[in-house]
């Protein structure tokens, strides 16, 4: 019944940015928190930026000034603005929505988007 649909990623130059897209279908209304995760290759998965049902946003603190997490409520859409990218962010970047609350904890989150590629060469 829920269904994440992510789009935005791509290859770019560094310093140039992206606008991440993850489209929420389904029984928004329980999806308290919305997060976006990334994984590198060889490296695990790690939380990147959420935002609560009220809008409130938490970020890592690798990416806390660079990135900002935003939605719009209506369109039940969760974005991620991300600004002078550097290779360092080079990482497949996935959605994720949590019937909790926000938190880094991979477990908390019950549905996840395909994940999307960013490269930052």
């Known amino acids: 019944h829920v269904q994440l649909v992510e789009s935005g990623g791509g290859s770019v130059q560094a310093g140039e940015s992206l606008r991440l897209t993850c489209e929420v279908r389904g029984a928004t209304h329980s999806h308290i928190c919305m997060a976006w995760f990334r994984q590198a290759q060889g490296r695990e998965r790690e939380g990147v930026a959420a935002?609560?049902?009220?809008?409130?946003?938490t970020y890592a603190y690798a990416v806390a000034g660079r990135f900002t997490i935003s939605k719009d409520n209506v369109k039940n859409t969760l974005y991620l603005q991300m600004n002078s990218l550097k290779p360092e962010v080079t990482a497949m970047y996935y959605c994720?929505?949590?019937?909790?609350?926000?938190?880094?904890?991979?477990?908390?989150?019950?549905?996840w988007g395909q994940g999307t590629q960013v490269t930052v060469s």
């Open positions: 994720a929505t949590s019937r909790g609350w926000c938190s880094w904890s991979r477990p908390d989150y019950g549905y």
């Open positions: 935002i609560d049902t009220a809008g409130a946003p």
